[in-house]
Every structure is written in structure tokens, then in C-alpha cells.
């Protein structure tokens, strides 16, 4: 009879010391088991898996609070060293634009804790209305009457200070959209026809409804989600290259056919020879960067927010950090978004299953991005695009928006592992 292979066990570096040694005969049947109080020899069990995914997980999601915590501490402290000349000359009170980041961050709070103990699955459920009705408001406000404009862009509907804008709320519609279609069609992501025609139909329509307002850094964000979980999901380089390449071809015919878009691109490649023009807005704004050398001029001893960087509570509050916090101050903001970026793509990464994945993927980068260009634009090595710093700038549907999306990475980086299948995220070697 042929001899039985080897099991997994016996082939294992150590053995346990009760086994019998190779070639030895087997011990008796009978032989009495350890004394009940007896220690075992034995190696130390290790902890149970779930056990060890549940608090992974709780890891993760705490360190994502604390950090978004965080960070919208900051920027309230902030906006309220930034905006008291502007609030004073607007409202006549020097707390008026504090008092309002204030509130619009308190109902930030309330969207990020409703979205945390929402199932992030129950927004694949709506994936089609969200998409449908953000496209219809993103044509409501480019309607005469009806949008609200404001530093020449109309990007509002609503009235008073309840405005929405749609395009925060396309960016959600984005990610959710595309993370439900490459959970669903996971095994036809080498099919184009399947995967990136959709997600590029909506992408496409939504971009050109939002450079009609026009606000190309949104814009940017949007395909920065879109491409994102394309290259996440599986979708193969190839097609995803050819696409870029377009859409960064139509960008720059964009941005050089419209006057005002070209000054503000042509004016970050040499700011100082546009300083009193187009470049004026990055000119002051990297004085008051170099104003701060290392420590900073103090909290709220900056000077360029004495009308004379535009948009110092706003497009520009980083330069406000850089000059009243220095070079440190500055530092401590790129670590805190780097470390939002590190734990979002570590949720990403353990996920329950792949729509939970790609959502993560999508929250992730929709924030570092903008951050990466608002930032960029502020220290001039990119176009000025008039997006805000993730909860530091102040606003107000930007704000609420995106701390609803933190809440649904808080409630992908809570779920318990342990209890699913996991379905990771395809390798990119399996596509190249």
C-alpha cells in the first residue's frame, strides 16, 4: 500500500514535544493525558482572528476622527485669525464669518455622525437618484435667477446663507457611483465597454455642467475620484492612459480658450512678472509665506489679511498658517492630511468587501487631492483653481459635504472584517 503523504503539520518547522519523534514507536493508547492544573509545553495561543481584525478596525477609525477633529479645530481657530477685517467690512462685526464657520461646522458634525452609523451599503441603493438629482441642481444653477453667483462664478442654489453647492455634492455622487460599478462588474474590468464608458459618461457631463459655473478645480477633484477607482478597481493601464491623455488635452484647450482662465494658468509660471495683474493673488500669498520663516509672526499677527491678500479666509488660508505658524505650522498641516490619507487607504485596504473598498479609495482621495490643490495653488507650483482647504478654508456645503463623506469612511473603517468574505482589491500586475 502506498505510503500516505505528509499533512500540513508534519511538515511544519517544529513539532510539539507530546508527538512522538520520526521513526520512534507509537506511544500506548492509553497512555494517561496531562494532569487538568498541568502546564502544557506547547506554544502560547495566538490571539483569534477577529478579535484582532475588531480592533484593527477600531484602530483606524478612531485615529480618522481624531485627526478630522482635529484639523476642523484648526481651521476654526484659523478662519477666526483670518477673517476679521473682511468679516468687519462685510457685516460690521469682527466674529460675524467665525460665527458662521462655527455653525456650518456644527451641522458638519451632526452630517458626519448620522453617516457613520448609516450601513455604507445602503448607498448603493441610491447610487442612481444621487447621480440624477446632483446633475439636474448642477443645471438649476446655471439658470439665470435661480443660481447664485458670487467672485463671478454662479456655483450656488439656494438663498441667504442656506446655499447648497451641487458640485460638493457631486463629488459623493461620483465615488459612490463608480465604487458600486466596479463592485458589481469586477470581473469585467478588462472590458471598457463595461467599466469606463459609464463611469467616463458621467464624469464627462457633470465636468462640463460644473466649468460652465465655471470652477475647474472642482473639476479636477472629479476626475482625481473617477481615475482613482478606475486604477483601484482593476481597470487596465492602458485605456486609463489614453483617457488621461484627453482629458489633459481638452484641459489645457479649456483653460487657454477662456481669458480669464489663461492669465490665471500663465500667471503661476512667473508670478512676480504678473504681481500687480493676474498673479497678484500667489504674489502676496507667497510673501506672506516667506513672512513666516520658521516659528511665524504669531497667531494672528499675520498682515497680508489686512486687505491685502484676497480670499485670506478662503482659497488662502494655508498662507495665513504659513505666515502666522511658519514653516512648522505649515509642516504640521501636509502631516495631518498625510496621516488622513495613510489610515483612509488603510480602511480601504480591510474593508468587508470591494463597494466598501472603492468608496474608501474615492473619500480618500477626493480629500487629499483637493488638498494637494489647494495647496499647490497657494505656494504657486499650480494654477489657482478657487477650491477650499478640506476643513481648515472656511465654507459652508463644501464643509458639510465632506464631513458626511468622513463619516461614511468612518463607518467602512468600523465594520468588522472577520464577519464577511473578504474580496481584495485586484492586484495591478494581474492587468499589466
Known sequence: MAERSASPRTMTRGRHPSSPAPGAPPRPANR??????????????????????????????????????????????????????????????????????????????GALLACSRVDYRRWRSIRGPLVIVTLGLLVLVLVPHLGVAAGGSSRWIGFGELRLQPSELMKLAMAVFAADLLARRAD???????????????????????????????????????????????VPMGPIVKVLLGFGALAVVVGLADPYRRDRILSFLNPGANKSGSGYQVWQSLIGLGSGHLFGLGLGGGRQKWGLLPNAHTDFIFSVV???????????????????????????????????????????????????????????????????????????????????????????????????????????????
Request: include cysteine.
Open 32 to 109: 494517561r493525558a496531562p494532569a487538568a492544573g498541568r502546564r502544557s509545553a506547547g506554544p502560547k495561543p495566538t490571539p483569534r482572528p477577529a478579535a484582532v481584525h475588531r480592533l484593527a478596525r477600531l484602530h483606524t477609525a478612531t485615529s480618522l476622527a481624531v485627526l478630522v477633529g482635529i484639523l476642523c479645530a484648526f481651521g476654526l481657530i484659523m478662519v477666526g485669525s483670518a477673517s476679521p477685517i473682511i468679516s468687519l467690512g462685510l457685516y460690521g462685526s469682527p466674529w460675524a464669518i467665525l460665527i458662521r464657520q462655527a455653525m456650518w461646522m456644527g451641522v458638519g458634525l
Open 322 to 432: 504659513g505666515e502666522e505658524l511658519g514653516l512648522i505650522g505649515a509642516v504640521l498641516v501636509l502631516a495631518l492630511f498625510f496621516a488622513v490619507a495613510w489610515f483612509g487607504f488603510r480602511a480601504a485596504t480591510s474593508a468587508p468587501d470591494r463597494f466598501g473598498s472603492l468608496l474608501a479609495v474615492g473619500v480618500t482621495i477626493w480629500i487629499t487631492s483637493q488638498a494637494v490643490i489647494n495647496i499647490g495653488a497657494v505656494v504657486g507650483v499650480l494654477p489657482v483653481t478657487g477650491i477650499p482647504l478640506p476643513f481648515i478654508s472656511f465654507g459652508g456645503s463644501s464643509l458639510v459635504v465632506t464631513m458626511a463623506a468622513v463619516g461614511i469612511l468612518l463607518n467602512i473603517a468600523a465594520q468588522d472584517r472577520s464577519a464577511h468574505t473578504v474580496p481584495h482589491l485586484r492586484r495591478r500586475a494581474s492587468h499589466t
Open 188 to 234: 469585467r474590468t478588462a472590458d471598457p465597454k463595461m467599466v469606463l464608458v459609464p463611469v467616463l459618461a458621467v464624469l464627462g457631463i457633470s465636468s462640463v455642467l460644473i466649468l460652465k459655473q465655471p470652477d475647474m478645480g472642482t473639476a479636477l477633484v472629479l476626475c482625481c475620484i473617477a481615475f482613482g477607482i478606475l486604477f483601484m478597481g482593476g
